[in-house]
């Protein structure tokens, strides 16, 4: 006999969806931060050296409200550009889902990601005790991304499908039906879908 768990009803659900929402949320904020060339039908250059990358993600991390990590360095923000880099894929997987799932397990393994409880919660991570701030974050948003994938909600993982924007989110609406980043994408593809059937009347 198969037991099948339904998505996300186990215990502890609360704190296991914290965790996830937590940990992708970051994910979200690291590829718009660091990743994606067009927002919101403008070209966005990547900021492209560490001192760049260090400002724009202490900005980014603020508007998300968070707390930037202490002792974060220029390097470290090189470092994390490539994860974001390495976490794109994940929500741009379409139809490429086992691909992309492989990719992801590579990225777990290249990370050293794996199940470890800190501290004297002690609280549940995904990475070593003693592991430095970017393979820890690195390691626990390849994990957070490879849950909601392993309990079949990929497709909340997602990116704008207004023209001219690349900008990820997680899509927690409760039917997965959320099609665009922000309000302002939603309102340009309406006006772009509403000229394109104004031309083919002619
Ligand atoms: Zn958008």
């Known amino acids: 006999m198969t037991v099948t768990i339904d998505a996300w009803r186990i215990t502890g659900q609360p704190q296991i969806d914290s965790y996830v929402n937590r940990w992708v949320e970051l994910a979200v904020v690291l590829v718009n931060t660091l990743a994606i060339t067009r927002v919101r039908g403008r070209t966005a250059a990547p900021p492209a050296d560490g001192p760049a990358r260090l400002a724009a993600l202490e900005g980014a991390l603020e508007g998300a409200g968070r707390r930037p990590w202490e002792g974060l360095t220029a390097r470290d923000a090189d470092r994390l550009a490539g994860v974001a880099a390495e976490l794109r894929p994940v929500f741009c997987a379409g139809e490429d889902l086992l691909r992309v799932a492989a990719g992801l397990n590579e990225v777990l393994v290249r990370h050293g990601a794996v199940p470890n409880l800190h501290g004297e919660g002690p ?4 990475h070593r005790e003693g592991s430095d701030v970017v393979e820890a974050v690195a390691a626990d948003c390849a994990t957070a991304l490879a849950m909601v994938i392993g309990v079949g909600q990929a497709a909340r993982l997602s990116s704008c499908s207004a023209g001219g924007c690349e900008a990820v989110f997680f899509d927690t609406t409760r039917n997965a039906s959320r099609r665009f980043c922000s309000l302002a994408c939603q ?8 000229r394109a059937r104004r031309a083919a009347r002619g």
Request: charged share 15%; aromatic share 16%; net charge positive.
């Open 187 to 194: 309102n340009r593809a309406k006006a772009s879908a509403y």
């Open 123 to 126: 609280v549940l991570a995904f």
